[in-house]
Nanobody, 127 residues
Framework: QVQLVESGGGLVQAGGSLRLSCAAS????????WGWFRQAPEKEREFVAA????????YYADSVKGRFTASRDNAKNTVYLQMNNLKPEDTAIYYC????????????????????WGQGTQVTVSS
């Protein structure tokens, strides 16, 4: 089993930055592949980013390309989402998730394809 805990959310003005962390416990994350998702009120959970187990490949939603960067530190059992130039439409609860197999962006972008989820962290961007 893998337990995930997100942190780093908060309130920020448009144009600002936040770095989300997702700390894993229970077993090493070294072999897992990761996704970041977000869910705004009354909207479906949407894909934000994914990073392969070795950090060698990443996927991003078009809405965040060039602004968000996913990374991982296997030694710290932690994955990160650096978010720059934040916009009000980025306001949502952000979740990290893990799955054992790397796949195409079409698969990595589907929440139901993940095995483990964190509890989420709120990000609010004011205009």
């Amino acid at each position: 089993q893998v337990q995930l805990v997100e942190s780093g959310g908060g309130l920020v003005q448009a144009g600002g930055s936040l770095r989300l962390s997702c700390a894993a416990s229970g077993r090493t994350i070294a072999g897992y592949n990761w996704g970041w998702f977000r869910q705004a009120p009354e909207k479906e959970r949407e894909f934000v980013a994914a990073i392969r187990w070795d950090g060698g490949t990443t996927y991003y939603a078009d809405s965040v390309k060039g602004r968000f960067t996913a990374s991982r530190d296997n030694a710290k059992n932690t994955v990160y989402l650096q978010m720059n130039n934040l916009k009000p439409e980025d306001t949502a609860i952000y979740y990290c998730a893990a799955r054992s197999l790397w796949a195409s962006v079409q698969t990595m972008g589907v929440p139901q394809r993940y095995d483990y989820w964190g509890q989420g962290t709120q990000v609010t961007v004011s205009s």
